[in-house]
Nanobody, 115 residues
Framework: QVQLVESGGGLVQPGGSLRLSCASSTSISSLNAVGWHRQVPGKQRELVAHIQISGTRGYADFVKGRFTISRDFAKNTVDLEMNNLKPEDTAVYYC?????????WGQGTQVTVSS
């Protein structure tokens, strides 16, 4: 069982930055992949960024050049650095981890981009 806890969400003005963290109860080096997803009410959850156990990263087109996913092995977190935020980035952001054949989700953290 892997428990994930997201933090770092909040209210930010357009053009601003936030850093989200996903803390894992299991060593992040043992996770096959970790992804950040987001969801707005009435819409499907969508993948924002992911990082594989090899370190390979992937991003959705709508965040390329603005968001960066990284692993902090000292803190045992997977972080999402978000820059140049736009109102359309407003959503609940969820962390997802895959380990062996199982998938785990955190409870989510709200990000609101508004002036």
């Amino acid at each position: 069982q892997v428990q994930l806890v997201e933090s770092g969400g909040g209210l930010v003005q357009p053009g601003g930055s936030l850093r989200l963290s996903c803390a894992s109860s299991t060593s992040i080096s043992s996770l096959n992949a970790v992804g950040w997803h987001r969801q707005v009410p009435g819409k499907q959850r969508e993948l924002v960024a992911h990082i594989q156990i090899s370190g390979t990263r992937g991003y959705a087109d709508f965040v390329k050049g603005r968001f960066t996913i990284s692993r902090d092995f000292a803190k045992n977190t997977v972080d999402l650095e978000m820059n140049n935020l736009k109102p359309e980035d407003t959503a609940v952001y969820y962390c997802n981890a895959r380990k062996a054949w199982s998938s785990y989700w955190g409870q989510g953290t709200q990000v609101t981009v508004s002036s």
